[in-house]
């Protein structure tokens, strides 16, 4: 079982909706989850981070996080065409090492259509 | 700012060469990793090295090793590529744990006939 899973899409939204990305993990030892987004032959960049329960809003994006369920979401409002990318769910076990060691889904295809 | 220089940004070897992909970054991080990319995967850590002078395997470390030369320099060497090390790679560094926040290079894609 790959311990960060997300649905690989392409998830296509019109121009304008509410984007919704799940992600479920399966370490319950997880503290801290990210979100990256990664532009066609790009390399990722770090769109939001959370590690406490609850929404977490950061102007038209806000993630989302249940320890409980051990899932996180990202939310993307008033989607543009701009958004169309990966979206890759990441999770971090800290551990006695220094460093991120994050754990990455497989990411899911944002298409936002115009 | 040059951030996270990776080099080569191609290359395309023979089954059973050797190549060193070359990493540094100028923004005096700690941390530093080596990630592979292949479709549907995700990204996969292959090692990292916490500090100066330590190195750990991460997921997927078989057929690879890699150095910590210094601060900024850490290369990653493939010493009999393989068709399976077909991949994309990424250098990544970081300071911060809290916000997880990974400097990314541009990815070296590497292809093993």
């Known amino acids: 079982q790959k311990e960060v899973e997300q649905n690989s899409g392409p998830l296509s939204v019109p121009e304008g909706a509410i984007a919704s990305l799940n992600c479920t993990y399966s370490?319950?030892?997880?503290?801290?989850f990210f979100w990256y987004r990664q532009y066609s032959g790009k390399s990722p960049e770090l769109i939001m981070f959370?590690?406490?329960?609850g929404d977490k809003e950061d102007g038209r994006f806000t993630a989302q996080l249940n320890k409980a369920s051990q899932y996180v979401s990202l939310l993307i409002r008033d989607s543009q065409p701009s958004d169309s990318a990966t979206y890759l769910c990441?999770?971090?076990?800290?551990?006695?090492?220094?460093?991120?060691?994050?754990?990455f889904g497989g990411g899911t295809r944002l298409m936002v259509k115009p | 700012n040059a951030g996270v220089t990776q080099t080569p940004k191609f290359q395309v070897l023979k089954t059973g060469q050797s190549m060193t992909l070359q990493c540094a970054q100028d923004?005096?991080?700690?941390?530093m990793y080596w990630y592979r990319q292949d479709p549907g995967m995700g990204l996969r850590l292959i090692y990292y090295?916490?500090?100066?002078?330590?190195?750990d395997k991460g997921e997927v470390p078989n057929g690879y090793n890699v150095s910590r030369l210094n601060k900024r320099e850490f290369s990653l060497r493939l010493e009999s590529a393989a068709p399976s090390q077909t991949s994309v790679y990424f250098c990544?560094?970081?300071?911060?744990?809290?916000?997880?926040?990974?400097?990314f290079g541009e990815g070296s894609r590497l292809t093993v006939l």
């Open positions: 990544a560094s970081s300071e911060d744990r809290e916000t997880g926040e990974l400097f």
């Open positions: 370490d319950r030892g997880s503290q801290s």
């Open positions: 959370i590690y406490s329960n």
């Open positions: 990441a999770v971090n076990i800290l551990t006695n090492n220094a460093g991120n060691m994050l754990t």
């Open positions: 923004m005096n991080h700690n941390s």
């Open positions: 090295s916490a500090s100066e002078g330590t190195t």
